[in-house]
């Protein structure tokens, strides 16, 4: 049962004995209703600019995933900056420290394989879980419309916690997998647990927690009503 329909029963109520509580309790849900809904028009505006930031980086890497493959080997050249190895992309360009390549071996492909690799493994395995994970937030504020304690959101805010855990422990582990075994033919990571992410993941896992009992007892609440 959602706070309209709550605030209607309240109302029935009202008609019957006119007690001064019930309008009390209607002003009460009203107002916190209200707010409610100025905060989730402020949060959708902000998840509207980060959609439209990831559209753009999106559309900019597979741009340049386009150009190392258009482009033949002799036009792009990977130059070693310090402790990095920097290629120069269409739009911007790629750096790459130690903690991502093994920096100490020799590159065994040319530098359009090494650009498009890791062009594509970052759309792959960062951008569209990213994509997912702001996906999930938009039909979280859509139930939340009617109700915050509602069974799906309780269930995609523990899917967005296991997303934000997969960038704790795999994202960047795939990518330093990926770019070694394509563009220097070994296996080989560096210390690819994160461990900020590991934690608001399994906050994020608590939350989903807190709302489902939540949920809970919001059922318990309707069934008595």
């Known amino acids: ?34 707010v409610r809904i100025r905060h989730m028009k402020i949060c959708k505006c902000f998840l509207v600019i980060l959609a439209v930031i990831l559209f753009v980086q999106s559309i900019v890497l597979i741009t340049n995933f386009c150009y190392f493959l258009w482009n033949s080997s002799d036009q792009i050249f990977v130059k070693q900056i310090g402790n990095s190895v920097k290629i120069q992309a269409l739009f911007g360009y ?22 498009a690799s890791i062009a594509a493994i970052t759309f792959l395995f960062e951008k569209i879980p990213l994509f997912i994970i702001l996906w999930k937030i938009t039909q979280i504020f859509q139930n939340m419309i009617s109700s915050p304690f509602y069974g799906g959101t309780c269930r995609k805010i523990k899917e967005i916690g296991w997303i934000i855990l997969y960038f704790g422990f795999l994202q960047k582990l795939i990518f330093q997998l990926g770019v070694s075994l394509i563009c ?12 900020i992410f590991l934690f608001a993941g399994g906050v994020i896992l608590l939350i989903g927690d807190i709302f489902a009992y939540g949920c809970e007892l919001q059922r318990e609440t309707d069934e008595l009503l």
Do not use: C
């Open 1 to 34: 049962m959602n706070i309209h329909a709550r605030i209607l029963i309240r109302k029935l109520t009202i008609l019957q004995n006119g007690r001064e509580e019930d309008k009390m309790f209607i002003d009460t849900m009203k107002n916190g209703n209200n």
């Open 94 to 115: 790629f750096q790459l420290s130690s903690q991502y390549i093994p920096l100490k071996d020799t590159l065994e492909v040319s530098g359009k394989v090494f650009g």
């Open 184 to 195: 220097y033919h070994k296996l080989w990571f560096n210390n690819p647990f994160n461990m």
